[in-house]
T-cell receptor, first 114, second 115 residues
Framework: AQSVSQHNHHVILSEAASLELGCNYS??????LFWYVQYPGQHLQLLLK??????LVKGIKGFEAEFIKSKFSFNLRKPSVQWSDTAEYFC????????????FGKGTHLIIQP | SAVISQKPSRDICQRGTSLTIQCQVD?????MFWYRQQPGQSLTLIAT?????????ESGFVIDKFPISRPNLTFSTLTVSNMSPEDSSIYLC????????????FGPGTRLTVL
Protein backbone atom coordinates (compact mmCIF):
# COMPACT_ATOMS: atom_id res chain seq x y z
CA ALA A 1 0.00 0.00 0.00
CA GLN A 2 1.09 3.52 -0.69
CA SER A 3 1.71 6.10 2.00
CA VAL A 4 2.73 9.74 1.95
CA SER A 5 4.45 11.63 4.72
CA GLN A 6 4.59 15.38 5.00
CA HIS A 7 6.96 16.39 7.73
CA ASN A 8 5.86 19.96 8.34
CA HIS A 9 2.28 20.32 9.52
CA HIS A 10 2.43 24.04 10.22
CA VAL A 11 4.88 26.47 8.69
CA ILE A 12 5.00 30.20 9.29
CA LEU A 13 7.19 32.37 7.09
CA SER A 14 7.63 36.02 6.34
CA GLU A 15 7.09 37.39 2.86
CA ALA A 16 10.08 36.97 0.53
CA ALA A 17 11.40 34.02 2.53
CA SER A 18 12.26 30.82 0.70
CA LEU A 19 10.02 27.81 1.10
CA GLU A 20 10.65 24.11 1.08
CA LEU A 21 7.97 21.61 2.10
CA GLY A 22 9.02 18.02 2.53
CA CYS A 23 7.18 15.03 1.10
CA ASN A 24 8.23 11.40 1.23
CA TYR A 25 6.32 8.45 -0.11
CA SER A 26 6.49 4.74 0.14
CA UNK A 27 5.57 2.57 -2.80
CA UNK A 28 7.46 -0.15 -4.56
CA UNK A 29 6.51 0.58 -8.15
CA UNK A 30 6.24 3.46 -10.55
CA UNK A 31 4.46 6.45 -9.10
CA UNK A 32 2.91 9.68 -10.22
CA LEU A 33 3.50 12.54 -7.79
CA PHE A 34 1.41 15.62 -7.19
CA TRP A 35 1.21 18.75 -5.11
CA TYR A 36 -2.22 20.24 -4.56
CA VAL A 37 -3.03 23.54 -2.89
CA GLN A 38 -6.17 24.65 -1.11
CA TYR A 39 -6.44 28.40 -0.60
CA PRO A 40 -8.76 29.62 2.17
CA GLY A 41 -12.36 29.15 1.11
CA GLN A 42 -11.43 27.57 -2.22
CA HIS A 43 -11.37 24.05 -3.52
CA LEU A 44 -8.36 21.88 -4.09
CA GLN A 45 -6.23 22.90 -7.08
CA LEU A 46 -3.38 21.17 -8.84
CA LEU A 47 -0.08 22.96 -8.25
CA LEU A 48 2.23 20.66 -10.19
CA LYS A 49 2.81 17.02 -11.06
CA UNK A 50 5.56 14.60 -11.96
CA UNK A 51 5.10 11.51 -14.09
CA UNK A 52 8.47 10.95 -15.72
CA UNK A 53 11.38 12.74 -17.36
CA UNK A 54 13.07 15.79 -15.88
CA UNK A 55 12.88 15.33 -12.09
CA LEU A 56 12.60 19.07 -11.58
CA VAL A 57 9.09 20.15 -12.41
CA LYS A 58 7.68 23.63 -12.47
CA GLY A 59 4.13 24.48 -11.56
CA ILE A 60 1.91 27.47 -11.28
CA LYS A 61 2.66 30.60 -9.28
CA GLY A 62 6.42 30.08 -9.22
CA PHE A 63 6.38 26.74 -7.42
CA GLU A 64 8.65 23.87 -8.34
CA ALA A 65 9.30 20.41 -7.00
CA GLU A 66 12.13 17.95 -7.31
CA PHE A 67 11.68 14.20 -7.52
CA ILE A 68 14.58 12.32 -5.92
CA LYS A 69 13.95 8.65 -6.55
CA SER A 70 16.70 7.40 -4.24
CA LYS A 71 15.16 9.30 -1.35
CA PHE A 72 11.51 8.65 -2.28
CA SER A 73 11.02 12.38 -1.97
CA PHE A 74 9.13 15.07 -3.86
CA ASN A 75 9.79 18.32 -2.04
CA LEU A 76 8.01 21.53 -2.96
CA ARG A 77 9.97 24.77 -3.24
CA LYS A 78 9.47 28.43 -3.92
CA PRO A 79 12.34 30.92 -3.77
CA SER A 80 10.30 33.87 -2.50
CA VAL A 81 6.86 33.46 -0.96
CA GLN A 82 4.06 35.97 -0.99
CA TRP A 83 1.24 36.61 1.45
CA SER A 84 -1.14 35.10 -1.13
CA ASP A 85 0.64 31.76 -0.78
CA THR A 86 -1.07 31.24 2.56
CA ALA A 87 -2.87 27.93 2.08
CA GLU A 88 -2.95 24.23 2.83
CA TYR A 89 -0.56 22.17 0.71
CA PHE A 90 -1.04 18.48 0.05
CA CYS A 91 1.41 16.03 -1.44
CA UNK A 92 -0.21 13.05 -3.17
CA UNK A 93 0.83 9.92 -5.03
CA UNK A 94 -0.85 7.51 -7.39
CA UNK A 95 0.41 4.34 -8.93
CA UNK A 96 -0.36 5.56 -12.41
CA UNK A 97 -2.57 4.02 -15.04
CA UNK A 98 -5.38 6.50 -14.52
CA UNK A 99 -7.64 4.13 -12.65
CA UNK A 100 -6.18 4.60 -9.20
CA UNK A 101 -7.16 7.15 -6.66
CA UNK A 102 -4.71 9.38 -4.92
CA UNK A 103 -3.05 8.80 -1.59
CA PHE A 104 -2.58 12.09 0.21
CA GLY A 105 -0.25 13.28 2.90
CA LYS A 106 -1.70 15.00 5.93
CA GLY A 107 -1.07 18.44 4.53
CA THR A 108 1.00 21.45 5.52
CA HIS A 109 -0.69 24.59 6.69
CA LEU A 110 1.44 27.47 5.42
CA ILE A 111 0.99 30.94 6.82
CA ILE A 112 2.83 33.85 5.24
CA GLN A 113 3.13 36.90 7.41
CA PRO A 114 3.26 40.27 5.63
CA SER B 1 -9.57 20.99 -16.87
CA ALA B 2 -13.13 19.91 -16.14
CA VAL B 3 -15.52 22.09 -14.19
CA ILE B 4 -17.01 20.14 -11.31
CA SER B 5 -19.96 21.11 -9.15
CA GLN B 6 -21.34 19.46 -6.04
CA LYS B 7 -24.69 19.69 -4.32
CA PRO B 8 -25.33 20.46 -1.57
CA SER B 9 -22.37 22.62 -0.64
CA ARG B 10 -23.07 22.02 3.02
CA ASP B 11 -25.70 20.40 5.18
CA ILE B 12 -26.49 19.73 8.80
CA CYS B 13 -28.16 16.38 9.38
CA GLN B 14 -29.56 14.39 12.24
CA ARG B 15 -28.07 11.14 13.44
CA GLY B 16 -29.56 8.10 11.73
CA THR B 17 -30.59 9.87 8.53
CA SER B 18 -29.02 9.66 5.08
CA LEU B 19 -27.72 12.31 2.71
CA THR B 20 -27.09 12.02 -1.01
CA ILE B 21 -24.37 14.19 -2.50
CA GLN B 22 -24.40 14.94 -6.20
CA CYS B 23 -21.37 15.53 -8.41
CA GLN B 24 -21.80 17.00 -11.88
CA VAL B 25 -19.03 17.47 -14.47
CA ASP B 26 -19.21 19.67 -17.52
CA UNK B 27 -17.62 17.06 -19.78
CA UNK B 28 -17.65 13.29 -20.12
CA UNK B 29 -15.12 11.55 -17.91
CA UNK B 30 -14.25 7.92 -17.46
CA UNK B 31 -13.32 7.80 -13.81
CA MET B 32 -14.87 9.61 -10.88
CA PHE B 33 -13.60 9.36 -7.34
CA TRP B 34 -15.06 10.14 -3.94
CA TYR B 35 -12.92 11.30 -1.04
CA ARG B 36 -13.52 12.20 2.59
CA GLN B 37 -11.67 14.86 4.53
CA GLN B 38 -12.35 14.58 8.23
CA PRO B 39 -11.71 17.61 10.43
CA GLY B 40 -8.00 18.30 10.65
CA GLN B 41 -7.17 15.30 8.52
CA SER B 42 -6.06 14.65 4.99
CA LEU B 43 -8.16 13.35 2.14
CA THR B 44 -8.97 9.65 2.12
CA LEU B 45 -10.25 7.83 -0.93
CA ILE B 46 -13.65 6.24 -0.36
CA ALA B 47 -14.29 4.65 -3.74
CA THR B 48 -13.74 4.80 -7.46
CA UNK B 49 -16.79 5.01 -9.72
CA UNK B 50 -16.60 3.90 -13.31
CA UNK B 51 -19.66 4.36 -15.48
CA UNK B 52 -21.58 1.17 -16.04
CA UNK B 53 -19.95 -0.86 -13.33
CA UNK B 54 -20.05 -1.22 -9.57
CA UNK B 55 -17.97 1.20 -7.58
CA UNK B 56 -14.72 -0.08 -6.12
CA UNK B 57 -14.38 0.65 -2.42
CA GLU B 58 -11.22 1.19 -0.42
CA SER B 59 -10.46 -0.70 2.73
CA GLY B 60 -12.62 0.56 5.56
CA PHE B 61 -15.47 1.73 3.35
CA VAL B 62 -18.48 -0.42 2.44
CA ILE B 63 -21.27 -0.11 -0.06
CA ASP B 64 -24.01 -0.33 2.57
CA LYS B 65 -22.67 2.77 4.28
CA PHE B 66 -21.61 4.71 1.18
CA PRO B 67 -23.65 3.59 -1.83
CA ILE B 68 -22.54 5.22 -5.06
CA SER B 69 -24.30 5.63 -8.36
CA ARG B 70 -22.71 6.46 -11.70
CA PRO B 71 -25.56 6.57 -14.22
CA ASN B 72 -23.65 8.37 -16.98
CA LEU B 73 -20.30 9.90 -17.89
CA THR B 74 -21.00 13.30 -16.32
CA PHE B 75 -22.73 12.52 -13.03
CA SER B 76 -22.31 10.55 -9.82
CA THR B 77 -23.88 10.44 -6.40
CA LEU B 78 -22.54 9.39 -3.02
CA THR B 79 -24.97 8.59 -0.22
CA VAL B 80 -23.87 8.69 3.39
CA SER B 81 -26.26 6.29 5.13
CA ASN B 82 -27.39 5.99 8.72
CA MET B 83 -25.20 8.90 9.69
CA SER B 84 -23.43 9.38 12.99
CA PRO B 85 -21.38 12.36 14.22
CA GLU B 86 -18.24 10.52 13.07
CA ASP B 87 -19.42 11.03 9.49
CA SER B 88 -19.02 14.78 9.85
CA SER B 89 -16.51 15.58 7.10
CA ILE B 90 -16.01 17.27 3.82
CA TYR B 91 -16.87 14.95 0.96
CA LEU B 92 -15.22 15.65 -2.37
CA CYS B 93 -15.60 14.20 -5.79
CA UNK B 94 -12.85 14.27 -8.33
CA UNK B 95 -12.51 13.27 -11.96
CA UNK B 96 -9.66 12.13 -14.08
CA UNK B 97 -8.41 14.61 -16.63
CA UNK B 98 -9.13 12.27 -19.51
CA UNK B 99 -7.00 11.02 -22.38
CA UNK B 100 -4.65 9.21 -20.04
CA UNK B 101 -3.76 12.37 -18.17
CA UNK B 102 -3.53 10.51 -14.84
CA UNK B 103 -4.40 13.81 -13.16
CA UNK B 104 -7.40 14.39 -10.96
CA UNK B 105 -9.41 17.56 -10.63
CA PHE B 106 -11.54 18.22 -7.61
CA GLY B 107 -14.95 19.60 -6.94
CA PRO B 108 -15.62 22.22 -4.25
CA GLY B 109 -16.70 19.65 -1.68
CA THR B 110 -19.76 19.12 0.51
CA ARG B 111 -19.37 20.02 4.18
CA LEU B 112 -21.49 17.64 6.23
CA THR B 113 -22.21 18.08 9.91
CA VAL B 114 -24.06 15.32 11.74
CA LEU B 115 -25.67 16.17 15.06
Amino acid sequence: AQSVSQHNHHVILSEAASLELGCNYSYGGTVNLFWYVQYPGQHLQLLLKYFSGDPLVKGIKGFEAEFIKSKFSFNLRKPSVQWSDTAEYFCAVSSGGGADGLTFGKGTHLIIQP
Amino acid sequence: SAVISQKPSRDICQRGTSLTIQCQVDSQVTMMFWYRQQPGQSLTLIATANQGSEATYESGFVIDKFPISRPNLTFSTLTVSNMSPEDSSIYLCSVDGGSGSDTQYFGPGTRLTVL
